[in-house]
């Protein structure tokens, strides 16, 4: 996956079921039979566990890949 290519600022379109390209893109989303584009951010591990790690008052669960993007399960601490 491309995430750092400055040349590349325009949005590309993902294909569904695809590998993602780029960390930045259109996902297709249909609702009530009109398709919408969405923007989609695609994780890389250590980015999502960095971001994570900048906020103090939690504590990360759970790291794990989905589809190709990085999700987090965390919880808020006192």
């Not at 930045?24 to 960095?50: G, Q």
């Not at 504590?59 to 601490?77: H, L, M, S, T």
């Amino acid at each position: 996956m491309d995430t750092n290519d400055d040349s590349k600022n325009e949005l590309i379109v993902h294909t569904p079921r695809t590998e993602f390209q780029r960390s930045d893109c259109l996902v297709p989303w249909v609702k009530s039979t009109k398709m919408h584009l969405r923007y989609y951010h695609v994780f890389i591990k250590t980015e999502l566990e960095n971001l994570l790690n900048q906020i103090s008052n939690i504590r990360i669960v759970n790291g794990y890949n989905d589809n190709g993007n990085w999700c987090a399960i965390f919880q808020k601490i006192a």
